[in-house]
């Protein structure tokens, strides 16, 4: 049972346009969100974060959308550089219900940014 | 430099015969956690801790055992490894719960034969 899906394996975007990354939950407990990048060889990096009490948050280029009512959050990249090609893990967490701890990933997307 | 170690890299094994894989951390970091990827299914929670001597299961821990005994470090031990635990392993730290400004290790490809 996948709590949190990313049902697209793989995405392809041109540079300067924008990037849509999506990830679906089950849990309606889960109160954190979160995105993480991972290239080829290395471990996943934190990008960034969205509590429960807020539908936006933008940190640069990145901006993560959360829909609670739709248990949806997206992560849009503007503009994509052929930098951002990497794949991309959503994960999900009950902080409020003091399981800050585990964290539910998704199953990833690959970004392919074409020049 | 802040990183999160872990060894080894690489380890090819046979069934049934144990083996340790090494993680720590040098930022003071409280909450640690082991992660594996497998194509398909991202990446699952294996173990984690809130800080020593205090660890939690997390999705797919049958197989593991891990220990917290000092701040810094956090084996993962294969008790009797088969070939359904070979895959690549992360092991992860940061300062608070929740995921966010979580640094990760580089990685242990394990494959058990």
Known sequence: DQQVKQNSPSLSVQEGRISILNCDYTNSMFDYFLWYKKYPAEGPTFLISISSIKDKNEDGRFTVFLNK???????????SQPGDSAVYFCAASMVYYNQGGKLIFGQGTELSVKP | EAQVTQNPRYLI????????????QNMNHEYMSWYRQDPGLGLRQIYYSMNVEVTDKGDVPEGYKVSRKEKRNFPLILE???PNQTSLYFCASSLRVGGSGQFFGPGTRLTVL
């Open chain 1, 69 to 79: 009512s739709a248990k949806h959050l997206s992560l849009h990249i503007v503009p």
């Open chain 2, 80 to 82: 009797s490894p088969s």
């Open chain 2, 13 to 24: 094994t046979v069934t049934g015969k144990k083996l340790t894989v090494t993680c720590s």
